[in-house]
């Protein structure tokens, strides 16, 4: 998985986390002052980007994290069968089988955009 170290201070809503070795996009964000024999607690909420599970995390906000590398990118659809689609990507020209996504109308010719990380990818 590519990825990369932050401090906590530094995520934000919207932004993605490393989470049980999965990546998550923060859906909150929020932090506690410091108390009387700690420092200051910081504690996100997060869904997978890939798997949609919900998932937390608290940590002190100087603590370092991992937050992923997921790049978009932009793709045609080539041809649909069923509930799979052939789509080519428009930078390297290369092909590849996803899921067409629940309530999705995709037809050839369309270009959509999706995320990808390592071998995992979703349409956006």
């Given amino acids: ?3 990369q170290q932050k401090e906590v201070r530094d995520l ?7 989470i049980d070795d999965a990546a998550c996009k923060i859906n909150a964000y929020s932090t506690a002052k410091p108390g009387k024999h700690g420092s200051a607690k910081a504690r996100i909420e997060a869904k997978g980007v890939f798997d949609g599970k919900k998932r937390s995390l608290s940590q002190p906000v100087d603590a370092k994290i991992w937050v992923p590398i997921i790049n978009r990118k932009q793709g045609q659809v080539v041809s649909v069968d069923g509930d799979d689609m052939q789509v ?3 930078e390297t020209y290369e092909t590849m089988t996803m899921r067409v996504p629940d309530g999705a109308d995709v037809s050839p010719d369309d270009e959509i955009e999706y995320l990808e990380m390592d071998d995992q990818r979703k349409i956006v």
């Fill in 88 to 90: 080519m990507d428009l």
């Fill in 1 to 3: 998985m590519a990825k």
């Fill in 12 to 18: 934000q809503e919207g932004g993605y986390v490393v």
